[in-house]
C-alpha cells in the first residue's frame, strides 16, 4: 500500500511557516510522509542550486520535524515556477497545503497567486492556511448544489479525524427570515444530505444551523470559532477552474485553515 502524502510550499514566510507547521500536525494525525517544496529562479544556467532556496527547505523541515518528530519528512528546492511546480507534486499527493496569501508567497508569482492558483487548479484537495489553531468544530455550508451530499461527507470526515464537532450551515440569503419550525426540526433531526453522514459517523457530534445572509459572510463569520471549514469548486465549465464566492470569500476572509475538497 502506497503511503499518504502530503506537500506544503514553503517560502520562509510567517505564512508558510504557519502552513508547514499545520501540515506536519496534518501529516502526523494521518500517518502520512510530508514533502516540503520550495522553488527558486535559477540565474545561471551553469548553477546547480540556490543557497537560500536551501535554507528555506532547511529551516521548514526543522518547524515540521519539531511539532511532528516521528513523521517521514523531504525537503527539495527546485527551480521554476511556484504554482506549476506544486500543482505537479499535488498530483501524486493526497493533500496540497499553502499559507495565508496576506502574509506572502512563494518564489516567482505576484504577490497572492500562488494560493489561489493552486486553490482553483490541483486535482488533489488542498488546504490554504489562515488564521490562528482552535479546537473549534469543522464547518461546513449546506445548500441543495449537486456535490453538497459529497462536500459535506468529507467534512463529516474531517471532523471524526479530528474528534471534533461539525457545525453544518445553511445561509437564508433571501431577506434573512428566521427558519421556520419545519426548517429547525430538519435541522436538529433530519435533513437529506446530513443523515447518511450522520449514520456513517456516529461519533460526530453534528448540529445544522439555518442562518440569515449571503452564503459567503455567513461562513466566514462562523469560521472565527472554528478550526477548519470545508468547501468545494464550482462544477460548471471546466471543472475546479472557478471557485465561486463562497471559496473565493473563505480564501480571502476566513479566520481559519480553508479545505477545497476534490
Not at 544556467?45 to 519539531?66: C, M, S
Not at 504554482?83 to 493533500?95: D, F, S, V
Request: hydrophobic content about 45%.
Amino acid at each position: 500500500m502506497l503511503k499518504l502524502r502530503i506537500v506544503v510550499g514553503a517560502d520562509g514566510s510567517a505564512g508558510s511557516i504557519a502552513a508547514v507547521r499545520w501540515a506536519a500536525a496534518e501529516a502526523l494525525l494521518r500517518q502520512a510522509e510530508l514533502r516540503v517544496l520550495t522553488a527558486y529562479h535559477r540565474r545561471d544556467p551553469h548553477q546547480h542550486g540556490d543557497d537560500g532556496a536551501a535554507a528555506v527547505v532547511h529551516d521548514a523541515v526543522v518547524q515540521a520535524r519539531t511539532v511532528a518528530p516521528d513523521v517521514e519528512v523531504k525537503g527539495m528546492a527546485l527551480p521554476g515556477y511556484a504554482a506549476p511546480l506544486l500543482l505537479h507534486a499535488a498530483e501524486e499527493a493526497a493533500l496540497l497545503v499553502v499559507g495565508d496569501r496576506r502574509r506572502g508567497t512563494l518564489p516567482g508569482q505576484p504577490l497572492g497567486s500562488v494560493g489561489s492558483q493552486v486553490a482553483t487548479h490541483a486535482k488533489a484537495s488542498v488546504v490554504v492556511v489562515r488564521g490562528h489553531p482552535t479546537d473549534g468544530p469543522v464547518v461546513v455550508g449546506v445548500d441543495d448544489g449537486p456535490t453538497a451530499s459529497a462536500i459535506i461527507g468529507r467534512a463529516f470526515e474531517e471532523a471524526a479525524l479530528r474528534r471534533a464537532a461539525l457545525l453544518a450551515v445553511t445561509a437564508q440569503p433571501n431577506g434573512g427570515a428566521a427558519a421556520s419550525p419545519a426548517q429547525e426540526a430538519l435541522g436538529t433531526d433530519l435533513h437529506p444530505h446530513l443523515d447518511p453522514w450522520r449514520s456513517k459517523y456516529p461519533s460526530v457530534q453534528a448540529e445544522h444551523e439555518y442562518a440569515p445572509g449571503r452564503p459567503d459572510k455567513v461562513l466566514v463569520q462562523r469560521c472565527q470559532q472554528a478550526q477548519l471549514v470545508v468547501v468545494g469548486p464550482r462544477r460548471h465549465g471546466y471543472e475546479g477552474v472557478m471557485l465561486g464566492a463562497i471559496g473565493t470569500g473563505l480564501l480571502r476572509r476566513a479566520e481559519c485553515p480553508v479545505l477545497i475538497a476534490r
